[in-house]
């Protein structure tokens, strides 16, 4: 094995039983890492200094081949009925079989951090076998100083090696991709895609299994602080403004994605931002389309012309093309990803029936409710088979990766909101004048408006109607928004058929929600929205 790089000498990948007669690249920087991948043949260089890489089969998470060993640290505070559970014995095959196929392969190793408050870290060495890959989790975890290289030490080990195909037989997978998930040793085996998001996202995970125990909040969200000191969380799932709306030029962002909450206020789990770029615009959203043209960002699935110029427009490799890039690409990103408790927290839904107003303002139990219930909806063409609007209700804005009960985060969630009195708004990014094919997408110019009401308390003074079917408040009127949007019902040519849209999707939330109703409070039950009769 020749190493290459800075590293902890103590702490190398051969201390845990993972050997290769290939290079070991240890911490190498950005020139190295392109260097790599284009010579290797991984990915390309784009027309403005950007690396593009495409993740072939996989151009998403493979949720239903993500595993988590059962064993005495998981079997009893686990959320079985989201996780799938991999026996120990065969964790240990996975294991031998990934070390073997480590065989002669040159490896790259990052030491980097989860989480900026220091109190709360969770060192993480990832080892890959794609030098772009390696460049991918660079930028998306924070990077310690050069300098505390020498003496880090993981708590946790991420391995992607995306040539390795599982054997469900011999490993008890579904299939031959595997992202299998020792939380005893805190051991995460990744194979059979190249999609890079896998790994931030098994951080993500370990993190909300291990924090809550310390009073932390793991939470899915983006965050912003005003020149006030004012803090504000987006929860929301991908798709419904999470990064757009918190990359605001007039607030400093804290991140895009993932946050705890604790003692200290709110801190981000990163260091970058992993951005959907489908259609994406320089002129709605300018800061985040300068990273994709940027040397040091990651493209992902984005194809380009002849003269190596990406186009954002084109989804013929995936509607889910990404770029992922370190925070301070941002010119208003914090520089500590830190920030005082939340005055104001959000959740963005993308409602595709076009039932939702565009803004509401939430009780901490209805807050509860929709916390738990991670409403949106996919859209016709995001999916294949997907031929009209189909809710997506994803506990907690984040199912995918909570290892316990939604219920767990939801009493935290509550504490917090109640200990630190912060006001609650749901905000549409969806659909007005009808649902997805007879309406129009929300004027992001009008949600921009109405979020800046919410954020710098304007909007409290506001007048309120109570909605029939969700019974949250909806401001009558915005200072330099449409009045027309703020009612649904009223954007809707025919209105009987808004009232029979929204009784639907009245009735997906109360069906979904009954598998939470156990778990619960009565106050939370009784903020369940309700079948309102139809308005003349």
Aim: net charge negative; proline share 6%; with cysteine.
């Amino acid at each position: 094995m020749t190493e290459v790089g800075p590293r902890n000498p103590g702490a190398g990948i051969d201390t845990l039983g993972l050997a290769t007669t290939g290079r070991v690249h240890y911490n190498l920087r950005e020139a190295e890492l392109y260097e790599h991948a284009i010579r290797r043949g991984e990915a390309k260089l784009t027309a403005h200094g950007a690396l593009v890489a495409y993740t072939g089969q996989h151009t998403g998470r493979s949720a239903k081949d993500k595993f988590t060993v059962r064993d005495a640290t998981t079997a009893a505070p686990l959320w079985w009925d989201n996780n799938r559970a991999m026996a120990p014995e065969h964790f240990e095959t996975l294991w031998a079989d990934f070390v073997a196929h480590a065989g002669d392969r040159d490896l790259f190793v990052q030491d980097l951090v989860g989480g900026a408050d220091p109190n709360e870290a969770l060192p993480v060495r990832v080892i890959t076998e794609h030098a772009w890959h390696s460049l991918f989790i660079r930028n998306l975890l924070i990077r310690p100083a050069r300098a505390a290289i020498a003496s880090f030490v993981p708590r946790m080990t991420v391995i992607d090696l995306p040539s390795f195909r599982a054997d469900p037989a011999r490993h008890g997978t579904r299939s031959e991709t595997v992202v299998a998930i020792d939380l005893t040793r805190m051991l995460v085996l990744i194979g059979g895609t190249g999609y890079a998001g896998e790994m931030k996202k098994s951080v993500f995970t370990a993190l909300n299994f291990l924090l809550p125990a310390r009073g932390v909040m793991p939470m899915h969200c983006s965050a912003n602080v005003g020149p006030d000191g004012d803090t504000a969380i987006f929860f929301g799932l991908s798709g419904t403004g999470k990064t757009t709306l918190s990359a605001d030029p007039s607030r400093t962002l804290i991140g895009d994605d993932e946050h705890g909450w604790g003692a200290a206020g709110v801190f981000n789990f990163e260091g970058g931002c992993y951005a959907k770029t489908i259609r994406l615009s320089a002129a709605a959203e300018p800061d985040i389309h300068a990273t994709t043209r940027r040397f040091g960002t990651v493209l992902e699935n984005i194809p380009l012309d002849e003269a190596g110029i990406p186009d954002l427009d084109d989804e013929s490799v995936t509607e889910n093309t990404r770029a992922a890039y370190p925070l301070d690409f941002i010119a208003n990103a914090s520089p500590t990803g830190r920030a005082g408790h939340p005055r104001n927290i959000i959740m963005l839904t993308a409602d595709a029936f076009g039932v939702m107003p565009p803004i509401a303002r939430l009780t901490p139990e209805q807050a509860m409710y929709h916390f738990i219930s991670g409403y949106t909806a996919k859209v016709a063409g995001t999916e294949r088979g997907v031929t009209e609007p189909t809710p997506e209700f994803s506990a907690c804005f984040g199912s995918p990766f909570l290892p316990l009960h939604p219920s767990e985060y939801g009493r935290l969630l509550k504490d917090l909101i109640a200990r630190h009195e912060a006001t609650c708004w749901l905000v549409n990014t969806g659909w007005t004048g009808g649902a997805y094919g007879t309406g129009r997408r929300m004027p992001i110019a009008a949600t921009r408006a109405l979020l800046a009401a919410a954020l710098d308390g304007s909007l409290n003074g506001a007048d309120f109607r109570t909605d029939p079917n969700f019974g949250f408040a909806v401001p009558l009127s915005v200072p330099g928004v449409d009045a027309a949007i703020l009612d649904p019902r009223e954007t809707w040519s025919d209105r009987a058929a808004y009232d029979r849209q929204a009784r639907r999707l009245v009735g997906m939330f109360i069906d979904n929600f009954a598998k939470f109703e156990d778990h619960a409070d009565a106050d939370v039950l009784s903020a369940a929205p309700r079948f309102a009769e139809a308005a003349e």
